[in-house]
């Protein structure tokens, strides 16, 4: 009885997240800023510094940050895709930040063992 | 492992000469602080007591000249024996640290020794704790300058002369030098780390820095090695162990050991390696490095793990 409710309890909280991710990709075009769930900006910009993410891609507010490797990061939330191919939504952009490697073997975006908590930081800096 | 301030001449290495140079610095400090209280209070004094007759004689000959020159004279003799301790004498059993200063990174080499041979890597030094370490310092095209705050004084690289500096520290750590002389568009992003580790540790360091590169194999390592080769970058860097032999670029046999790359500029990683050789113009413009756009992404990659695996 416990366990059932219990698992009731993380389908929900699942599904509220999953609405939540749904409810945000929309805001792109319109009014609303995608908001990631669990995602911390303030956090985020401190995890791009500590990944040097700056040595392939500008980033607006982070130092050094002026790599022409991969496309700049500016504006984020206006871009249409991701690696060209993918939505951007923040559940992809945080398993792109994760596991790049793994959605497009030909791409130079390392997989740097970026934990689900950091990406989602790092989502919501770029977002912002 | 690194200290709190890694660069800073407030916190010393224990043992070091950065050390004997704080201590100076208080006792100056504090000296300088005690006269000028006992200055000020002379002079209250005689504002709230108003005028009366006092020896002018003996205040002038005593307090303006006997006084100073006993202070400054006893400070300049401490002076001398704090430099003349920074300078120890060398001896033959000392390890000697050849840096030569290059735009915009360091070569280091360690002399071989032992039946060790030479080992020569880049920006980066490791010394055994509490052993003092002879570096010898030269430049290959402008003067530059070698400092490590936490450590020791500055000393100038000057080309076709060897400057000499003797470095010590009894408290382990990864501490941050700098170039301190302007030495063009670069000059900012010429650092590099000086590790201080127990001796048996500095021993294996040094051992395997002294090796041939590791050969490793893996689905990304090999291809790697071949990119390597393809893309030219022998013609720069020397990989010993294979036939990439170039002298302009530092020496990689063991570049995924290092704590950084390009000079203390990036941290070093698959993923700065990476981004380092298809765009160094765009991180450190003017360096002699060339943008690399022969390599898709994937090949890119694969390089840089390769790079990684040379431990």
Redesign the interface.
């Known amino acids: 009885m416990k366990l059932l409710s219990r698992q009731i309890l993380f389908s929900e909280t699942c599904g509220m997240a999953l609405a939540a991710l749904a409810v945000c990709a929309c805001g792109r075009s319109g009014d609303m800023e995608p908001v990631v769930v669990g995602g911390d900006a303030g956090r985020g910009r401190a995890a791009l510094i500590a ?3 700056g ?2 891609h500008r980033i607006p507010g982070i130092p ?1 940050a ?5 496309p700049p990061l500016d504006d984020f939330v206006e871009r249409v895709n991701i690696a060209g191919r993918y939505a951007n939504d923040p559940a992809r952009l945080v398993d792109w930040i994760r596991h790049a ?1 793994a959605l497009k ?6 997989d ?1 063992g970026v934990s689900e908590i950091e990406a989602r930081d790092i989502a919501a800096y770029l977002y912002e | 492992m690194s200290a709190a301030r890694p660069q800073s001449t407030l916190d010393p290495a224990t043992g070091s000469s950065a050390s004997a140079i704080d201590e100076l610095g208080l006792v100056l400090y504090v000296g300088a602080a005690v006269i000028l209280a006992v200055v000020s209070l002379l002079a209250l004094l005689g504002v709230l007591t108003g005028p009366r007759s006092v020896n002018a004689r003996r205040w002038l000959i005593g307090g303006g000249l006997i006084l100073p020159a006993t202070i400054l004279a006893a400070l300049f003799v401490h002076a001398l024996i704090v430099g003349n301790s920074l300078m120890a004498k060398t001896h033959a059993s000392m390890l000697r640290i050849h840096v030569t200063g290059k735009q915009w990174w360091w070569e280091v080499r360690y002399e071989s020794a032992d039946g060790r041979p030479e080992a020569v890597l880049a920006n980066e030094l490791h010394i055994p704790l509490g052993r003092p370490v002879e570096i010898l310092l030269g430049s290959s095209d402008v003067i530059h300058s070698f400092w490590v705050p936490a450590l020791a004084g500055k000393v100038d690289m000057i080309p076709g002369r060897e400057t000499r500096l003797i470095v010590r520290a009894d408290r382990a750590g990864v501490y941050r030098g700098q170039c301190a002389e302007y030495c063009g568009a670069q000059h900012a992003l010429m650092a590099f780390h000086v590790v201080a580790e127990p001796a048996a540790r500095f021993d294996t360091w040094l051992t395997r820095q002294s090796q041939p590169a590791i050969q490793s194999t893996g689905p990304q390592i090999e291809p790697g090695r071949d990119l390597f080769f393809r893309g030219g970058c022998a013609a720069c860097h020397t990989v010993r162990g294979t036939e990439a032999a170039g002298r302009s670029g530092p020496d990689l046999t063991h570049v995924g050991s290092r704590h950084a790359i390009a000079a203390g500029t ?2 070093n ?4 390696m ?3 050789i ?2 160094p113009q ?2 450190k413009p003017a360096s002699l490095m060339p943008n690399s756009a022969e390599y ?3 090949e ?2 694969t390089l ?1 793990a390769w790079l990684m695996s040379l431990e």
């Open positions: 990944y040097e993410c040595a392939c050094g002026r790599g022409n490797v991969g490697p073997p030909q791409t130079a975006m390392p740097l | 990036l941290r990683h698959v993923g700065t990476a981004g380092w298809a765009g765009d991180i898709t992404g994937a890119l990659r840089s």
